[in-house]
Each structure stands twice: as structure tokens, then as C-alpha cells.
């Protein structure tokens, strides 16, 4: 390339920026979801992040059946006996339909950005960063799934010299963690399952290249934190704890092992979506989940102390 030729910016597809996070990492965050991921969890607390492409919300409680959204896109949007109808399979996520709905029913949940609009838009809180020892975290879906973008997005917001923590399901090419490894401050990396059989019934995939991952991330000396959603009646089981607590033992420089107790803002997030409806599961106080924490301690394992 010449020096005089412009090289493209490089863009990618979110589906939220959510500001003063405080779970996501040390301190006030800013927290970027990158859409796709190739896990497909029972208890996805983030379906509209799974699909790769924009998605049209439609919010059966907001509708109020007016038909505006026929008119503007009949292929996509039908009346039948009164009643508002979404074909999504036929929509091409123009918009039209969106900018028209009078009662904010229809959403259109993804959008392409550059790097550099997400930066602009995550240092205006830098103050808060300084402030509490906090910064950015990239989440999902899988943000590895975009792995230029991906890239990209941490060294530039890296050059601000703001913390970065990178959620991750483990669930991908080894050679995005090497390349985004001297940007990343810390990992947010999941374990979700320690039996390989039970990983793949919960999420679609066995964990082999998902532990794979964490043993290279961590002879790499990365500062990990290891995330572990818990299901009652799923993998709240004894030898799943004790495996936990194994894991921790065999990688002892480990943040810790967080226990994160699963909620149900994924069904209500999948129906509006028109996915397949989700289970609900139980969502268990706080009590609960602390035995469960503490049950990985018991085994020896080194537990995050969350206030
Ligand atoms: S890894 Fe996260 S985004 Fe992907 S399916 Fe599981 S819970 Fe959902
Ligand atoms: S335009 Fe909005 S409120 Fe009217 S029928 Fe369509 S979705 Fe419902």
C-alpha cells in the first residue's frame, strides 16, 4: 500500500454499550458487546448476542396493533384477526419499520461500527475510570468471533492507557488470545461445565479446547479470572466443584474462581427476539449461591471474594 492510499477502518457488529458496569472487572466500567458467539448455553444470559447478524426486536406488551408496520414493510409485518405478526426470516433490517413503529415496539438490535466510534464513545468516561481504578471490558456473545475488530479495539483503546478485561467463553482459535495478549489486562474466562459430556449437552461443545486454552492463556502468564455460571438442577453438582476447585489447585496464580448465579433476563431477552424459548430456571438468593462458593473453597479451591 502506498503511503498515500488511506487503510479502510476496520468495523464491527455490537449490540450494546452498557456504562458503569461494576461486575465486568475491577472498578466502573464501560462494557462493549460484540455480537456472535458459537456457544449455544440453556441459560444464555445474551441471546441477542449469539446470531452474527442484526436482529429485529418486536415487544408484544408495547404494540398497540396499529398496522403502521404493514404498511412499511408488508413481507415482514402481518395483521391477522387484529393481532401484529413478525415474519423475521423475510426481514433485511432496513429499519424502515423501526423509525415508523409510533409505540417503540420494533428494535433493531446490532449495529456496524468502526473502532474508532467505540472508542470515542468509551473515553468519554474516562474520568470515572481513573476515578475507581476501573476501564472497558469486551464481552459478548464471543468477542473473538470478531477477532480483527476485536484486535484492533483493544490496542487502540490501550494507547489511552485505560484497563482492559476481555470476557470469554474459551471457545475459540488460540491465535486471537496471542494476538490481543499485550492489550488485555485481564480475562474474564469462562468455565462453565467441567464434565466434557455435560459441557456439551449445556452448551452445544465439549470444553476440551476451551481448557486447552486456559492452560496456554495461563502458562502465557495472563491474568485470568475464572467465571463460572451455576444452574440449580444443572451443574451445582459436588464434582463439578470439586473440579473447579482441582483447576484452581493446578493453576495456582489464578485471580480466583467467581461463582456467578445464574437470572432469567435471557428468556424475556429470547422472546423478544422470537428465538426459541429458553427454560426458565430457578434463580436462587444469595444465601444459596454462597454455599455454593463455598462448597469450592471446602475442595481447596482459591475462590474471588466478591463484596
Ligand atoms: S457463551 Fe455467553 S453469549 Fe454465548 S451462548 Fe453462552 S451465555 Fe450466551
Ligand atoms: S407499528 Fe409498532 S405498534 Fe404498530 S403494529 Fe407495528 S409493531 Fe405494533
Sequence with gaps: MSENQQQKPITGRI???????????????????????PLRCLWCHNPEGIQRRNHLSYNARKCIHCGTCVQVCPAVHKMIDGKHTVNRNACTNK?????????????TVG?????????????REKRYYEGSRGGVTVSGGEPAMQPEFLLDLVREIKKE?????????????????ESVLPY???????????????H??????????????????YAARAVILL?????KGLNDREDHFKNLAALSRELPDLMGIEILPYHKL??????????????????????????WTEAVRSFGGQVYAVS
Design 15 to 37: 449490540f450494546n454499550i452498557q456504562y458503569f458496569c461494576v461486575h465486568d472487572g475491577p472498578g466502573i466500567r464501560t462494557t462493549v458487546f460484540l455480537k456472535g458467539c
Design 95 to 107: 429499519g424502515d419499520c423501526v423509525a415508523a413503529c409510533p409505540a417503540k415496539a420494533l428494535e
Design 227 to 231: 467465571r463460572c455460571p451455576v444452574v
Design 184 to 198: 488485555v489486562d485481564l480475562f474474564l474466562y469462562d468455565c462453565k461445565e467441567t464434565d466434557p459430556e455435560l
Design 266 to 291: 435471557g428468556a424475556s431477552k429470547a422472546e423478544l427476539m422470537g428465538l426459541d424459548p429458553q427454560e426458565e430456571y430457578e434463580q436462587i438468593p444469595r444465601e444459596e449461591s454462597d454455599k
Design 111 to 123: 449495529r456496524d461500527v468502526t473502532v474508532q466510534e467505540i472508542v470515542a464513545e468509551v473515553m
Design 161 to 177: 492507557g485505560v484497563h482492559i478485561a476481555l470476557e470469554s467463553s474459551g471457545m475459540c482459535d488460540y491465535r486471537v488470545y
Design 200 to 217: 456439551k449437552k449445556f452448551t452445544g461443545v465439549d470444553n476440551r479446547l476451551i481448557l486447552e486454552n486456559l492452560r496456554r492463556l
